[in-house]
């Protein structure tokens, strides 16, 4: 595995496995308003593009924009009081952002969750490890658009030179390509490797601590 300055990653299916969580924080938002729930493959396929989008995958076909909104809101509400419920980092996501940490790596985290959630999941479970968490807010673009990728690199003062970006889905892929940055595909979190290959991904790590494996 090459040598990195920066790591950029994302933070669902990638450092946290918080498919548990937001499983049911939608099936809560679902039930509140008498619509059908999902089976959790079913909400790890919606994932990936924020919680609106989550939301408008999970709602039935045909629900009305104004409706599609309450539900969101009511998912916010209990997510925010629910995300640690279950959510946990991978194996081996401690011990090797650690060990990136302790070698002067730079260390951020770019999420379509909402701006909130992430800054509070990373503080919890990351705390200074991660210099720089962004997350979903008004006026910057979500992943795939590169935004997110340059504000962080902006906020940690580098460059793209010796950066790469670490993600588990279809969208990280195409964010690392959108940003100008190399990308490798966890193949732990949300997506499986055929997919991943499907939409272009080419470098895949099976365990965190491979990123550690410099040559």
């Not at 300055?5 to 933070?11: P, S, V």
């Not at 990351?126 to 210099?131: A, H, K, L, S």
């Not at 979903?136 to 580098?158: F, H, M, N, S, Y």
Request: aromatic residues 8%; negative net charge; contains cysteine.
């Amino acid at each position: 595995m090459k040598e990195y300055n920066t790591y950029i990653f994302d933070l669902d299916g990638t450092l946290l496995n918080t498919i548990g969580d937001l499983a049911a924080s939608t099936n809560y938002a679902l039930r509140m308003h008498e619509m059908p729930e999902h089976s959790i493959d079913d909400v790890r396929l919606f994932v990936g593009n924020g919680v609106r989008k989550l939301i408008e995958r999970a709602v039935p076909q045909g629900t009305t924009a104004e409706k599609t909104e309450q539900v969101l809101q009511t998912f916010r509400h209990h997510y925010m009081e629910h995300s640690l419920d279950t959510t946990c980092p991978y194996p081996n996501i401690m011990e090797t952002l650690q060990e990136l940490k302790h070698r002067g790596k730079r260390i951020a985290v770019v999420s379509n969750k909402f701006y909130a959630a992430t800054k509070e999941l990373c503080r919890h479970f990351f705390g200074n490890i991660v210099e720089v968490s962004i997350g979903e807010r008004e006026g910057i673009r979500k992943k795939p658009a590169p935004d997110t990728v340059e504000e962080a690199l902006r906020q940690l003062g580098v460059t793209k030179q010796n950066a790469v970006y670490v993600g588990d889905s279809e969208v990280d892929y195409e964010t690392a390509v959108n940003s100008g940055l190399p990308c490798i595909s966890v193949l732990w979190g949300f997506r499986d490797r055929s997919f991943l290959e499907s939409k272009g991904a080419t470098t895949f790590i099976t365990n965190p601590c491979q990123l550690l494996d410099e040559k």
